[in-house]
């Protein structure tokens, strides 16, 4: 894909309000590779948008919430990368337009809004046959951009890591991007996933689905920290909030609300419980998810409000 710099992505140290000097904790600054098309996201559209090229399609078709940084990554990947796009979007329509959706018609992308009882049928095949009826031929993207390219995809993440380092942490969504650095790893090392869900003990399954699929050998060497979701998906706690603050404050990387934040705080709670060794070495991998902090702003302030 045109202008994403790859070379940007440094591997960096932080600080964390719980450190001890024998952790070392790293965060893979992903968020950095380019103002639009970055983080997990790119690498999980990468070689989808190749395999539509080959293909000669040239629309993309894709599905998300209204707050969506997958839709956001998409329409400006299908603008830099030469398709156009179509957004379904989960829930009904209202003006004006968040900044998400603002962006993504800027870059050309066609939204059309979908109750949320026809958007769970969007994997039935029946479904799929109505869209190829309405919009011709179209490659489409899963929502989250999970699929098997997407896990090739995210595997090259971990090419980017210039540290040593016994752990990967990741936040998971769908668990694409873990199952791609359990991809990437070769059963080298250990990975922890932390569902930004509420109840995301179940995404281990996915993910082993995902990772049959994609014929990736699973060395089992992965495992999901489930309670750090800090209320559920896109919910905010003041204790959340602190730890942002200290973290910005300490080490000037700008974290997302719904996911490298949420994460980041497992990972000091866990150090905090010497769940890690003496001497352990932690890359945390910086996702990206940055453009989704304009639409948490009413709660955030809701929050602090509240205290
Ligand atoms: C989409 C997203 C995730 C989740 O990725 P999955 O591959 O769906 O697990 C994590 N972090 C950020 C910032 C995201 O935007």
Not at 21 to 26: A, H
Not at 181 to 204: E, V
Request: aromatic residues 10%; proline residues 2%.
């Amino acid at each position: 894909m045109k202008n994403i710099d790859i070379k940007k992505s440094v591997t960096q140290k932080v600080v964390l309000p719980n450190a001890n000097k024998y952790i070392s904790v790293y965060i893979q600054r992903e968020d950095l590779i380019h103002p639009y098309v970055n983080g997990n996201k790119y690498y999980k559209l990468k070689y989808n948008l190749e395999k539509a090229k080959d293909e000669k399609i040239a629309t993309l078709l894709t599905f998300g919430g209204a707050y969506s940084n997958h839709i956001y990554a998409t329409a400006a990947a299908a603008k830099i990368s030469g398709f156009k796009s179509i957004g379904i979007i989960r829930g009904e329509e209202y003006q004006p337009l968040n900044s998400t959706l603002q962006f993504a018609v800027s870059n050309g992308m066609k939204l059309y809004y979908l109750d949320r009882k026809t958007y769970r049928r969007r994997t039935d095949p029946e479904f799929r046959e109505e869209i190829a009826k309405k919009f011709g031929r179209v490659y489409i993207v899963p929502e989250g951009g999970t699929n098997e390219l997407a896990v090739k995809g995210a595997a090259e993440i971990i090419d980017n890591i210039d540290v040593e380092y016994d752990y990967l942490c990741t936040a998971v969504g769908s668990g694409g991007t873990i199952a791609g650095l359990i991809a990437g790893s070769d059963g080298k090392r250990k990975i922890i996933g932390f569902p930004a869900i509420k109840n995301g003990g179940y995404l281990a399954d996915d993910i082993r689905q995902l990772l049959k699929k994609a014929e990736i050998k699973d060395e089992g060497n992965w495992s999901l920290q489930t309670n750090y979701h800090l209320g559920g998906f896109a919910k905010l706690k003041i204790e959340q909030l602190d730890f942002i603050k200290e973290f910005v404050n300490i080490n000037n990387v700008p974290l997302d609300f719904i996911y490298t934040s949420k994460m980041l705080y497992g990972i000091n709670n866990l150090i905090e419980k010497e769940y890690f060794e003496e001497g352990s070495r932690i890359v945390a991998i910086h996702t990206g998810g940055l453009q989704g902090n304009l639409g948490m702003k009413e709660k955030v302030s809701r929050v602090l409000e509240h205290y």
